[in-house]
């Protein structure tokens, strides 16, 4: 497997072949009409690992990380936390591993996407 | 027994349930499925019939290998016997690795009244395998041996 | 010391030609106990028997070994053969050496050798071998179905017309179940109470049935042919042989504010009350926690105003006690709940309902008199959504995981109903996907879409987002045209998932019959034995065992019936004797064999014992050979050896492993 | 320990218990036997130390057939024991009054390593020492408590009883160890090196059947080596396979109803470290079946006894590393 | 007096097994039993008590008797192989030595066991005195000298050396066969031994145990005790003790099945397990109690009635060192004791 998808499964925790492409996760989002790779496809793409697209899409960027596509998938699939894994992978992509909460007031700048920030928060909260 | 000083004949004992295995055995039967005639094979109405006790006792007595046939799971003709049995010889089996018997000796496969080809494939490979593996000296009595 | 016959057989040349059959009989010959060893070509033929019978008469033979094809094909012919001549049939025991052996090997030096080993495995069990008697157990002529819907009252009505004595216990006021609820039925659009009416009629008036409403299965004990089973028959606190019917009690309940369940709620009913005017009985019943009488004792009306004299305050529960000889469970169904689907607006709004509540909306019966109105402000809808897969389909614990089957169908039938009599009324379904196998099924659904224009978009909901203005924003997407779309709708209606009746987990217990994750009964076998339960004598009908339609329902109603009749018709029923058996003095008391058992067999008992002179009260089990089917699972469990299978014992295995090794 | 006594004579003296099942003193200070005691004279010879190794549940099963109540004392993980007979109905629950005793970790004798030992102090409860002073015919030695304790304190299941009717003492953290490093160790080596592992173990085995009469799950009325069901009656191994043979049966029929007890290293005379055999069954059920510890929950199905449709494949057994 | 330096003893070792079977404590997996010598033995003369006494050297755990054996449809018997090769028991010790006396009244008085006199024959006993005795030892109890053991060839430690003085013919004979390897020695050094281990031996607390009320009488005065009642309730019924014992004799003879015939063989048994001498009616001893009651009667009443005040316990300590109930002779004895006084 590609190893970049096999890292967006582990980091997220989701097995997209469970998901039966119901849509209701593109249905739920907020920033739907934003995005040019819609939710339901996030499953898709990782499944066909075509992350490279994923990566670049500005998607990415879009996910406000409700996760209501995550509260409402009837399949346990979370596209919410694939798109969440993918930005991990940029991060890394990056050359910077883990953060610690500590860490981050002293890297915020303002350039510094806010969805990130969001993510990052919900990330260590959880 | 006959043949004795030239190659290895295994000793190889077959546990069938009734409903799936000894079918799919007789079906290979029907259909001229040949396999060695190491594997002998007894009946037992379902693979939960099988006691481990049985499985030492045929290496005991000389048997260099064990197979363990059943429905598939979820066809048991009893509805639930074989995953009490897969659990049993999942154990079982765990065990016999643990005190160093070598892998292999012992299996389990799933074979349907319809899977005749499947039952001759499994024996062919099951006994292709204890061929390799030679006879069974870490489980044997040594007073049947003499 | 048993007198062991072996008798081998050359099957013309399909065994003769690989195993030296000769050879077989001279090596049987030199096996302790063998006393007797011949081969002939067709030991099945008349023939080949009547030499078995007299080398049982003149060498007074106590076992037989007959080497000769699976016992699978002829263990039953050579039974009945040693049965004919004298000897227990379970003395004999087959060496399969055509299929295991002839017909596999080339070499014929290899294939006499295997051959001979698998006779003396045979020999060697046959010398452990003891008589074993058929067991017999009479069967009551009578049949028990719980659940009297569609499926119940169809099973019950073909056992009837069998000739057989059938009680159906309905917990419920009325006969009728689900079916009763439903305005039409796809594919044909037929009114559901036309069609379902005169079969509750039929049941009602049928010499063989007798029906017990507004009563529960309370206790069941016994097995297979002998149950013995108790019902709670629920005060109606109306005497149903005074009773005439006419209503007037219900008019002048002044208590009316009750949710009337028939109407799941959209309405309400009075205290004393009919479920529905076609009820069988057509009798009320009280509901003692809306009545005024019972909560307050003043009121009385219903009494003064009775004609009949029917009203009976101090009616109390009674329990009868009924023998019966086979169990159908018919429990039906229930749809979710959807407290957990916030996002569908369920419960803000009153113009999100369920499907089952739009058959309710529908009917001419039902709570609009059959118009189709908003329920919040009984306005005509112009625009109505249909959700898919409302609660099924879901890993999730908000959900189901299965297919609840139905509701593709339903819809297209809601669809279509709504797009015929109102016209301007746009009708929209978001669905994952539509599935419509069975006859005339995916006919019904097409012509929804190409003659009535219902509007199908592949996509599940999001939201429904109530307005001020009282209408509902419906947020979705349309994967294919991968559109967002918000759609404002009059109505939502929600093909909510069904499951089984929640009281169906208490009554598989009582009959030990198993049950799967989704409270579903479980079948004998997925594919031979649908309609019977694990549990002999137990037989589902219906939903309970699996989502399924009415045609389908109605086609495993008559199925169960032809299975209770083939078991009623018989006065006895003979026992595989080949059942677990307890070795009392070993006997531990620990349960472990019970908790294997997957037909209820093993109950226990305090017992006196005497082990070799010590007596004491012992905890043992004991295994009931009706129930029995003699798996074995039990034997393996039992960690003292104390449970053995008779015919497949500890020691017969054991002396067929160390004859094949030796 | 006087607390112990006082609650006992007092439950006697009350009639609310028959007799009391507990620890006597014995010859040397080390060996403390299981025993009755009936009235309040008899429990002046009463102990409650160190040395308190033997798991009362399984004498509980007599004592089951006895008029009255029995006062029981049980250690934190003689109630795993105790609960599974209660699942097995091989114990009468309301013949039990249960006192939850207090425990700071066992010692076996054999782990001082010193010879001609007189006496051992320092055992007692409720204030053990963390140094024992062991007095010999060779001189007086120091030993850490914690190095002559049982090698299942080492790897304690826990202070909490699973069932009790009332509580006296404080127990100890005891754990320190990891409960399945020695599997873990034999499963990473090879065939032939598990093999003669096993061998040297096993061929010391003089088929006391100390291990079989002491488990409180070996609790059958007639064990199968001692019936003719299974043609298995022995009375003394004969050859190495037997040895093997009786080891993997017992583990089998204890396998999920085995609390890990320990009494079965602690009583073998060979020193053959026979809960490895049920440990491994215990690791393999939790890993493959889920974690389950037997007597922890009465209610719960014992995991031979239960299945799932999606359980692993007996062929799993050579896939795992 | 001859003596050896310790660390030529893997030399004598190779030079006894040369033309003797050896047997001698070795250590596997961390317990020290008999077994037989090899080069790659991990001989342990340290360890005071086997685990087992020595007495499977001449009557083993199981031993096979005869066999049946089907051929041709006939059955052939073939009678189990005597002992005809001399062996050595190398370092047993003092009580075990006694033990074996005790053996040698069971199968030596008529009839005599054949296959048990065969290896009495042909078995050299080379005895070792208790250099450093254990508390649970009580030998002395049954006037046994651990410092000076009966055997055919007697040895002592004594520092880096070991002490080797000849007994008895066999003894003389084992000597010339070594005595390349050993040296002339000062019998004074092994009487200074002596005299050191005879003082430890005073100083251990069941050395003045009293065996008063024992003996043939006790069969009577002591079967109906209530003290029994008292004693057995631990007993888990297992038979370690019984293992474990240098003197216990009690054995059972059964077949074994190998598919082409029967072997005969005898095995240990135990009068603590229920099913000694089950028969079809039962068991004639229906309770723990009086199991538990047999063995130590038999040890303390039944045999010295019947061996001139012989008793059958030596005082080796084993089953007060391995019971796991911590029940032992020890306890019987003061008990009665107490009940006594």
């Known amino acids: 497997m590609n190893k970049q998808a096999e890292l967006i499964r582990q980091v997220s925790g989701v097995e997209p072949l469970k998901c039966m492409k119901c849509g209701k996760c593109s249905a739920s989002c907020p920033s739907y009409e934003e995005m040019d790779i819609k939710p339901h496809q996030f499953v898709s793409y990782v499944q066909n690992e075509d992350i490279e697209a994923l990566v670049a899409s500005k998607s990415l960027y879009k996910c406000l990380s409700c996760f209501a596509c995550i509260e409402r998938c009837p399949r346990g699939v979370k596209p919410g936390a694939l798109i969440d894994a993918a930005r991990q992978v940029v991060v890394r992509q990056r050359g910077q591993q883990y953060l610690s909460a500590d860490e981050i007031p002293a890297l915020l700048d303002d350039e510094m996407p806010q969805q990130l920030l969001m993510s990052a928060f919900r990330k260590y909260r959880r | 027994m006959s043949v004795k000083n030239e190659e290895f004949r295994p000793v190889i004992v077959a546990f069938c349930c009734n409903w799936c295995s000894y079918a799919g055995a007789d079906l290979a039967g029907s259909s001229r499925l040949a396999y060695p005639a190491d594997v002998k094979i007894i009946r037992v109405p379902c693979s939960c019939r099988v006691n481990p006790m049985f499985i030492l006792r045929a290496f005991e007595k000389g048997a260099d290998g064990v197979i363990l046939c059943g429905c598939h799971p979820g066809d048991c003709h009893y509805s639930t016997g074989n995953y009490y049995a897969r659990r049993r010889m999942t154990m079982l089996f765990s065990m016999l690795d643990f005190i160093g018997v070598e892998n292999g000796r012992t299996r389990v496969e799933w074979v349907s009244a319809a899977e005749g080809v499947k039952f001759s494939e499994t024996m062919n490979s099951f006994v292709d395998k204890i061929r390799s593996l030679g006879p069974n000296v870490r489980l044997g009595d040594l007073r049947c041996k003499d | 010391m048993q007198r062991i016959g072996v008798f081998v057989c050359h099957c013309g040349s399909n065994i003769a030609a690989t195993v030296d059959v000769k050879k077989v009989v001279e090596m049987a010959l030199k096996e302790q106990g063998v006393v007797h060893a011949e081969d002939y070509p067709y030991m099945c033929s008349e023939a080949g028997q009547s030499r078995i019978g007299e080398a049982i008469a003149q060498k007074k033979l106590t076992g037989i070994v007959v080497c000769s094809c699976s016992p699978r094909m002829h263990e039953a012919t050579f039974r009945k053969a040693a049965e004919r001549y004298g000897l227990n049939p379970y003395m004999v025991e087959i060496a399969n050496i055509r299929e295991h052996c002839s017909w596999i090997h080339k070499d014929m030096e290899e294939a006499t050798e295997k051959a001979t080993i698998l006779m003396r495995a045979a020999v060697a069990k046959v010398h452990l071998n003891a008589p074993l008697q058929a067991g017999e157990s009479k069967v009551t002529k009578r049949a028990l179905v719980i659940g009297g819907g569609i499926a119940g009252i169809q099973t019950a009505i073909d056992i009837a017309d069998a000739g057989y004595k059938v009680d159906i216990v309905e917990k419920t006021p009325s006969i009728g179940g689900r079916m009763s609820q439903l305005d039409k039925t796809f594919p044909t659009l037929d009114c559901s109470a036309c069609i379902l009416t005169p079969k509750m009629v039929e049941a009602a008036a049928h010499e063989n049935i007798t029906i017990h409403t507004y009563s529960e299965v309370e206790k069941v004990s016994g097995f297979v042919g002998n149950f013995t089973v108790d019902i709670r028959k629920k005060a109606r606190m109306v005497d149903i042989d005074k009773c005439t019917g006419c209503g007037v009690c219900q008019e002048k309940c002044p208590s009316k504010k009750t949710p009337n369940e028939f109407n799941r709620g959209l309405n309400n009913r009075s205290a004393i009350y009919t479920p529905f005017a076609q009820a069988i009985p057509n009798v009320p019943v009280i509901d003692t926690d809306a009545c005024i009488k019972f909560k307050t004792g003043k009121c009385g009306v219903c009494q003064k105003v009775c004609q009949a004299g029917a009203i009976d305050y101090t009616q109390k529960d009674e329990i009868i006690t009924e023998n019966y000889g086979a169990i159908v469970v018919a429990t039906g169904f229930d749809t979710i709940k959807l407290d957990q689907y916030g996002e569908y607006a369920y419960g803000q709004s009153k113009d999100v309902i369920t499907s089952l509540e739009l058959e309710r909306v529908m009917n001419a019966a039902g709570p609009t008199k059959g118009h189709l109105e908003r329920l919040s402000d009984g306005k005509a809808p112009k625009e109505i959504v249909f959700i898919q897969c409302v609660g099924s389909r879901c890993s999730d614990d908000r959900g189901k995981p299965y297919c609840s089957k139905i509701c593709c169908m339903y819809t297209a039938k809601h669809a279509m109903l709504i797009r015929d009599k109102y016209p301007d009324t746009n009708v929209t379904v978001f669905y994952i996907d539509v599935r419509t196998p069975g006859k005339n099924f995916d006919e019904f659904y097409r012509r929804a879409v190409e003659d009535y224009g219902v509007n199908y978009i592949k996509g599940q909901v999001g939201k429904v987002i109530p307005q001020p203005d009282g209408s509902l924003l419906v947020q979705g997407v349309d994967l294919l045209d991968q559109k967002r779309i918000m759609k404002k709708a009059d109505m939502v209606v929600l093909a909510t998932a069904i499951e089984p009746n929640p009281d169906v987990r208490k009554i598989a217990t009582m009959l030990t019959a198993s049950i799967d994750t989704n409270n579903f009964l479980t079948e004998a076998h997925p594919k031979l034995r649908p309609v019977e339960s694990p549990t002999a004598g137990v037989f589902l009908s219906g939903v309970c065992q699996g989502p399924k339609d009415i045609p389908e329902t109605v086609a495993q109603a008559g199925a169960a019936a032809v299975k209770v009749i083939g078991l009623l018709a018989k006065d006895k029923l003979k026992t595989n004797p080949c059942t677990a058996k307890s070795d009392e003095l070993l006997c531990n008391g620990c349960s472990t064999c019970a908790n294997v058992c997957p037909y209820g067999a093993i109950t226990y008992e305090t017992k006196l014992i005497n082990d070799h002179g010590i007596r004491e009260d012992r905890r043992v089990a004991v295994v009931n050979s009706a129930l029995c089917q003699g798996c074995g699972a039990c034997t393996v469990a039992c960690p003292s050896g104390a449970m053995d299978l008779q015919g497949f014992s500890n020691r017969q295995i054991l002396a067929e492993v160390d004859a094949i090794c030796r | ?321 | 007096m001859l003596k050896i330096k310790k660390t030529d003893l893997s030399a004598l070792f190779a030079k006894i097994a040369e033309s003797n079977e050896l047997y001698l404590p070795v250590k596997t997996a961390g317990k020290t039993n008999f077994a037989a010598w090899t080069p790659a033995a991990e001989v342990d003369l340290d360890t005071l008590k086997t685990v087992k006494s020595p007495k499977d050297a001449f009557f083993p755990q199981s031993e096979g008797l005869y066999s049946c054996d089907r051929e041709d449809g006939k059955i052939k018997i073939t009678a189990g192989k005597l002992q005809d090769a001399p062996f050595v028991v190398f370092g047993i010790r003092a009580c075990d030595v006694r033990g074996i006396e005790v053996l040698d009244r069971v199968f030596l008085s008529e009839p005599v066991d054949t296959y048990y006199a065969a290896r009495r024959e042909h078995g050299i006993l080379v005895s070792y005195a208790c250099g450093m005795p254990e508390t649970s030892c009580f030998c002395k109890v049954f006037g046994i000298d651990a410092a000076a053991p009966a055997g055919d060839v007697v040895i002592w430690t004594v520092g880096e050396e070991l002490y080797w003085e000849a007994k008895t013919e066999k003894g003389q004979k084992l000597t010339a066969l070594v005595a390349d390897l050993l040296t002339d020695a000062d019998g004074a050094v092994v009487e200074a031994e002596q005299e050191k281990i005879r003082a430890i031996i005073d100083r251990l607390p069941n050395s003045d145990l009293s065996l008063e009320g024992w003996g043939a009488e006790a069969a009577k005065t002591r079967f109906d005790s209530p003290v029994w009642e008292q004693l057995y309730k631990p007993c888990l019924a297992c038979g370690t003790c019984t293992f474990v014992c240098p003197t216990c004799q009690c054995y059972d003879i059964k077949d074994y099945d190998t598919g082409n015939g029967v072997k005969r063989y005898r095995c240990w048994d135990s009068c603590m397990y229920s099913d000694f001498t089950m028969m079809a009616h039962g068991n004639n001893r229906t309770s723990q109690l009086q199991r538990f009651r047999q063995r130590f009667l038999h040890k303390l009443a039944y045999f010295p009635a019947n061996n001139e005040g012989v008793f059958s316990c030596v005082g080796c300590g084993r089953c007060v060192d391995k019971c796991p109930s911590k029940l032992n002779i020890v306890k019987v004895i003061k008990a009665f004791g107490k009940e006594d006084a």
Request: aromatic share 10%.
């Open chain 4, 1 to 321: 320990m006087q607390r112990l006594i006082d609650r006992a004579k007092e439950l006697l003296g009350s009639g609310e218990v028959a007799r009391v099942l507990g620890w006597r003193k014995g010859e040397n200070s080390w060996d403390v036997e299981p025993a009755f005691f009936a009235s309040a004279e008899e429990l002046d010879g009463f102990v409650y130390d160190g040395f308190c190794g033997a798991n009362l549940s399984k004498y509980m099963i007599e004592a089951s057939k006895l008029e009255g109540k029995t006062l029981v004392f049980l250690k934190p993980c003689d109630t795993y024991s105790f609960n599974q007979l209660i699942k097995e109905h091989r114990v009468d629950r309301d013949k039990a009054y249960i006192v939850g005793v207090g425990c700071k970790g066992k010692l076996k004798i054999e782990n001082i390593p010193a010879k001609g030992i007189l006496s051992v102090e320092g055992a007692g409860y409720p204030d053990a020492a963390e140094m024992l002073t062991v007095k010999t015919l060779y001189g007086d030695v120091q030993v850490a408590y914690k190095d002559a304790m049982l090698e299942r304190c080492h790897v304690c299941k826990g202070k909490d009883h699973m069932i009790f009717d009332e509580q006296i003492g404080e127990s100890a953290d005891t754990l320190d160890g990891d409960r399945f490093a020695q599997v873990a160790a034999i499963e990473a080596m090879s065939p032939e090196e598990k093999f003669a592992f096993f061998q040297a173990e096993l061929s010391k085995c003089i088929r006391c059947n100390a291990c079989r009469n002491v488990c409180p799950a070996c609790s059958c009325r007639k064990c199968v080596f001692d019936s003719n069901k299974f043609d298995s009656a022995q009375k003394a191994n004969t050859t190495s396979f037997e040895e093997k043979m009786f080891h993997i049966i017992r583990a089998f029929h204890v396998a999920g109803r085995c609390t890990d007890c320990g009494e079965c290293s602690r009583v073998c005379p060979q020193g053959i470290p026979l809960h490895l055999f049920n440990r491994k069954f215990i690791k393999d059920i939790n890993e493959l079946y889920g974690e389950f510890q037997a007597g922890a929950d009465i209610d719960a199905r014992g995991p031979l006894t239960d299945f799932r449709q999606d359980d692993c494949e007996p062929s799993i057994v050579g896939k795992r590393g």
